[in-house]
T-cell receptor
Framework: DTEVTQTPKHLVMGMTNKKSLKCEQH?????MYWYKQKAKKPPELMFV???????INESVPSRFSPECPNSSLLNLHLHALQPEDSALYLC??????????????FGAGSRLTVL | AQTVTQSQPEMSVQEAETVTLSCTYD???????LFWYKQPPSRQMILVIR??????QNATENRFSVNFQKAAKSFSLKISDSQLGDAAMYFC????????????FGTGTRLKVLA
């Protein structure tokens, strides 16, 4: 299995809703990432989990809450979002720190629309 | 801080022709990795090619090759025998070799392939 699976593919939510994005990989990768991507822009790093511990938080607003329940799963909990948070949210994974093969494997993304 | 610059927002190439996408970067590190990622419209981002800075030999993957000039901090991507399926946004990315999880992405080049 060489895939990163993201669900849902599309999500529409109101500013008062609580929702979650889910990401799963079974490649044995020990680093998992959340990126935010606006149209025609590069991905912007949000969070990195390394060996199930939060390694990087790029000063993301607290309305985004990541969770890594185990080495294969990564969630992004969403609450009280703003319309400007509408974007494509990409999950990625890579082998753990120290490996020279640290290529990012991306999921297809979850397209989020905040009304 | 490291930076990655892609100076060509958009490029066009005739089918079966060759095109070169430019990427320059700035870093004070001596060991690092460089990547080209491809993101087709509404499809997931995938790795095209990877170069390790300590290797002098330019990486090649079938129709894709790079021209890595370490002294000039240049990392261009050459696509030979362009195909319609090559149409995508191409991102150049940098990652230091010192155990970081941060990938620095360029702003991207949109490649159009003309039939």
């Amino acid at each position: 299995d060489t895939e990163v699976t993201q669900t849902p593919k599309h999500l529409v939510m109101g500013m008062t809703n609580k929702k979650s994005l889910k990401c799963e990989q079974h490649m044995g990768h020990r680093a998992m990432y959340w990126y935010k991507q606006k149209a025609k822009k590069p991905p912007e790093l949000m969070f990195v989990y390394s060996y199930e511990k939060l390694s990087i938080n790029e000063s993301v607003p607290s309305r985004f809450s990541p969770e890594c329940p185990n080495s294969s799963l990564l969630n992004l909990h969403l609450h009280a979002l703003q319309p400007e948070d509408s974007a494509l949210y990409l999950c990625a994974s890579s082998q753990g720190d120290g490996s020279r093969a640290n290529v990012l494997t991306f999921g297809a993304g979850s397209r989020l629309t905040v009304l | 801080a490291q930076t990655v610059t892609q100076s060509q927002p958009e490029m066009s190439v005739q089918e079966a022709e060759t095109v070169t996408l430019s990427c320059t970067y700035d870093t004070s590190e001596s060991d690092y990795y460089l990547f080209w990622y491809k993101q087709p419209p509404s499809r997931q981002m995938i790795l095209v090619i990877r170069q390790e800075a300590y290797k002098q030999q330019n990486a090649t993957e079938n129709r894709f090759s790079v021209n890595f000039q370490k002294a000039a901090k240049s990392f261009s991507l050459k696509i030979s025998d362009s195909q319609l399926g090559d149409a995508a946004m191409y991102f150049c990315a940098y990652r230091g070799a010192s155990g970081t999880y941060k990938y620095i992405f360029g702003t991207g080049t949109r490649l159009k392939v003309l039939a």
